[in-house]
């Protein structure tokens, strides 16, 4: 209780007076009372105070494949991917992510909600969540302690790896703690109602005719300069796995100058591309210590509803939970004239539960298994004779399927192997 005192002065010594409301009539309790002293300006104020709606996530209920876990400000926006996953015969529900709060952890924002949610319907529901979308950005200072704003609409959880501290969405449905996850996952880092419209509508008309066309039987390879690893040519063993019926243009920095580089990177997407895989190093924002390409030349892309899906294979363009700068894969998909209709990032840092993901290329090279990506469902490139497979996509709808080898062939089940790869032997 927050009491206001009355303050008297006398010879420059200052005392303060308050009138304690309650008392007991029991006789055996303590008659003095704690008060704690504060300046007004140490009172803190909260950062918003929204009203409950009573919800009933945690009972049994017919369920659906796919979850939708949504900020509130974002929920509007999904309807369209809803009727997509409809018209491929998928049920869809959408989870206000403050229910959860409410239900599962006392009202406290705090990822153990989505976490012990997924657990409960996992055993509760008729139908099991398969697919996860968390429809919000997250940040790694969800208390704002950095002062960039309140960025953590829906949280991720924040896990240690050998070079860093990193969000792994992995663990919302890595129910035994085993580094596997049990539910396929992705996540749409928008931070405004205009951003999620956006992009959900970018991948609702990638489901519809935007998707026709030449440009789905083409494809960019690009590499980095070769130093201690060959990326040209773990670029050349991934093409290798490609449909033939592909128009494939290889751009490989080892054979050609930055600038050309550079060039041949944005004519080759502008003119439309169904898959663009980029492999090497890179920062948040570009690829390569060269800077092949990044934020700013994304701002030039022109290619329209001819979006690809990216396979970037290097380091942090999808560390999405930052505050500091805008990863490139979020500036791919926010792209108002194109860009991606979504990227797929593999982590390059590894914790004993979250291993490193591994590009095809060296993975193929280590085991001689042939590997195939993760197909997302409102992300599926169009091969050409029906054949899909495009890669795990960590921002997406997630995934309604995954085909293997040169014909259509599904897999037993999506939680035979996770991340952007799964083998077949």
Not at 14 to 23: A, D, E, R, Y
Not at 129 to 149: H, I, Q
Not at 314 to 338: I, K, R
Request: proline content about 7%.
């Amino acid at each position: 209780m927050e009491l206001t005192p009355q303050v008297s002065s006398n010879n420059g010594k200052f005392t303060l007076g308050v009138q304690v409301p309650w008392t007991t009539t029991n006789a055996s309790a303590q008659t003095r009372h704690t008060l704690l002293a504060l300046a007004g300006n140490r009172i803190a104020s909260p950062a918003g105070i929204r009203s409950n709606h009573p919800s009933h996530w945690h009972g049994p209920q017919s369920g659906s494949e796919i979850v939708m876990v949504s900020h509130e400000d974002f929920a509007a926006a999904l309807p369209p991917l809803v009727q997509a996953h409809q018209a491929e015969g998928k049920s869809s529900v959408i989870v206000p992510v403050n229910d959860l709060y409410d239900e599962f952890t006392f009202g406290e924002h705090s990822p153990y909600a989505i976490r012990d949610f997924l657990q409960t319907a996992s055993k509760a529901w008729h139908t099991a969540p398969k697919y996860l979308l968390l429809n919000g950005r997250a940040s790694l200072d969800p208390r704002n302690y950095l002062g960039f704003g309140h960025l953590d609409f829906v949280p991720t959880k924040i896990v240690p790896t050998t070079s860093l501290m990193t969000a792994s969405d992995d663990w919302f449905s890595d129910f035994n703690d085993s580094g596997m996850p049990t539910i396929a996952t992705g996540r749409l880092p928008v931070a405004t109602k205009d951003e999620a419209a956006a992009v959900i509508d970018k991948i609702a008309a990638y489901e519809g005719q935007s998707t026709n066309g030449p440009w789905t039987l083409q494809a960019l390879m690009v590499a980095d300069r070769d130093d201690t690893e060959s990326f040209t040519q773990d670029s050349q063993m991934i093409q290798a796995q490609l449909p033939s019926t592909l128009l494939v243009t290889d751009v490989y920095a080892s054979t050609m100058s930055n600038d050309a580089v550079r060039q041949d990177i944005v004519a080759a997407i502008n003119s439309g591309q169904l898959l663009v895989n980029y492999l090497g190093h890179g920062s948040e924002e570009q690829w390569s210590g060269a800077d092949l390409f990044d934020n700013t030349t994304v701002a030039s892309l022109a290619n329209g509803s001819q979006l690809p899906v990216f396979l970037i294979l290097n380091c942090l363009n999808g560390f999405f939970q930052d505050v500091y700068e805008q990863p490139l894969a979020v500036t791919l998909e926010l792209a108002p004239s194109g860009g991606a209709v979504t990227p797929s990032c593999c982590r390059r840092h590894r914790t004993a539960r979250y291993p490193r993901r591994t590009s095809i290329a060296s993975a193929g090279a280590r085991t001689g298994r042939r590997f195939a990506p993760l197909a997302c469902s409102s992300t599926t490139g169009r091969w050409p004779g029906g054949w899909r497979a495009v890669p795990w996509c960590w921002r997406c709808a997630p995934a309604s399927r995954w085909w293997g080898g040169a014909s259509p062939v599904p897999t037993a089940s999506p939680t035979r192997a996770w991340g952007s790869l799964t083998s077949r032997p």
